[in-house]
């Protein structure tokens, strides 16, 4: 078992599994990353996605069975493997990513994990890590009080059985106000604990800042960004032909469907403006760009954070309408300076957005990265005897 041969150290597991993308084992990455370097902890993540690879090695990776609502001996295959894992690493604590509006078919899958491990390793003390939102601290708009009825549907459920805390990662809000916003909540904000999105992680193959070269990340949704992914497509085809810039990479992610992607590439044609399905390995160029452009989801927000990238969103607009997310989010960074335009496909002409991001100034020279208020995840962990000491932790199990 790769990652785990250390002495001394307190054994923690990390779960997660998603239909849409590749978002809940970058967070978990992120999070193994930050507990291995407190030097209190052996991590191993099992996920149905690869590890980034910017992980530590001496994280173990274990694969289960992609989740498909739909079969039956998927979900049977996925607890035994899960079942398995646990038994042999024995873990002093697992924490299951809990993604807070998940479908009914998966949220039953995470309990059904949840009950497996409580099962197999009655000792361990078991945590739900859920998504938290970055504009939460917006204000208490009815589609946020929507979704937090619905977090706090999930956090009821996780708290009224095995597990011992919800973590939230939700760095942008202190949690008080998020508790004020959100007072739905105010009942479990005893087991409730807003931990630090952890910055994006340091690549060494980064290459160095790069004057007009675009990236653009497209990540989960699979067809349902059909319209803004033919838009961001068309936008930076056309910012070559004005030269504001002279390369871009336009990463999709592993659920988008192989018809669009070729459609993409007809568009796109033989120009520098390259389509790739979304890798960590490509992640890398990231921090080199002078534009970047996302759709204003969780991750692709707070992992792209680059002080002199012009930053763009090109907000999925869902059911909710001018409500979404994506543009809630959106909305939030650029009144704080930390996003300079937002274009959305069904509002405006490809002329005039051609036009805004290429009379926009490149980035500035410095700009103040998003406070970081939420506590750290050891800090938390600590609170319940986890990473105090492996042989504490032990005896006390014991």
């Not at 993308?21 to 507990?35: F, P, T, Y």
């Not at 803004?228 to 004005?242: D, H, K, N, S, Y």
Request: with cysteine; hydrophobic share 40%; net charge positive.
């Amino acid at each position: 078992m790769q990652g785990m041969e250390h002495k001394g150290l307190t054994r923690l597991l990390m779960y997660g599994f998603s239909r849409t993308g590749q978002g809940h084992v970058a967070r978990l990455g992120r999070l193994a990353a930050e507990l291995v370097c407190s030097g209190r902890f052996q991590v191993a993540i099992a996920s149905d996605q690869p590890v980034p690879h910017w992980v530590p090695r001496t994280v173990a990776r274990h694969l289960v069975p992609h989740h498909d609502p739909r079969t039956a001996a998927q979900h049977h295959a996925r607890l035994a493997a899960s079942a398995g894992i646990i038994a042999d690493l024995q873990p002093l604590a697992i924490l299951v990513d809990h993604f807070p509006f998940s479908s009914r078919d998966l949220s039953a899958e995470i309990h059904g994990l949840l009950k497996v491990a409580q099962d197999v390793q009655p000792c361990a003390t078991l945590f739900s890590v859920f998504r938290g939102f970055v504009g939460t601290n917006s204000g208490p708009v009815a589609p946020f009080r929507q979704f937090n009825r619905a977090l706090r549907g999930r956090i009821a459920a996780a708290l009224g059985g095995c597990v011992r805390a919800v973590l939230v990662t939700q760095p942008l809000a202190r949690a008080e106000e998020v508790f004020c916003l959100c007072p739905d909540l105010a009942p479990f904000a005893e087991h409730t604990h807003f931990i630090g999105y952890p910055s994006s992680p340091t690549y060494p193959d980064a290459p160095a800042f790069q004057d007009g070269l675009a990236v653009a990340q497209v990540g989960g949704g699979g067809a349902r960004v059909e319209q803004e992914l033919r838009f961001i497509a068309g936008l930076m085809t056309r910012l070559v032909a004005c030269g504001r810039i002279r390369s871009g990479w336009l990463f999709v992610g592993p659920h988008t469907p192989h018809a669009l992607c070729e459609e993409i590439r007809r568009l796109l044609g033989r120009g520098p403006v390259r389509i790739r399905r979304w890798s960590h390995a490509l992640q890398s160029l990231v921090p080199s760009a002078d534009l970047y452009i996302s759709l204003g989801g969780f991750n692709s927000t707070l992992e792209a954070f680059n002080p002199r990238s012009v930053r763009i969103v090109v907000p999925r607009i869902t059911e909710l309408g001018a409500q979404s997310e994506q543009l809630l989010n959106a909305r939030y960074h650029q009144a704080r300076g930390w996003l300079d335009l937002i274009l959305i496909p069904r509002q405006i002409t490809m002329e005039t957005a051609v036009r805004l991001v290429a009379n926009h100034p490149n980035g500035p020279a410095v700009r103040s990265a998003p406070p970081q208020d939420a506590m750290h995840l050891t800090d938390v962990l600590a609170r319940y005897g986890v990473g105090l000491s492996s042989l504490g932790a032990e005896s006390c199990r014991s």
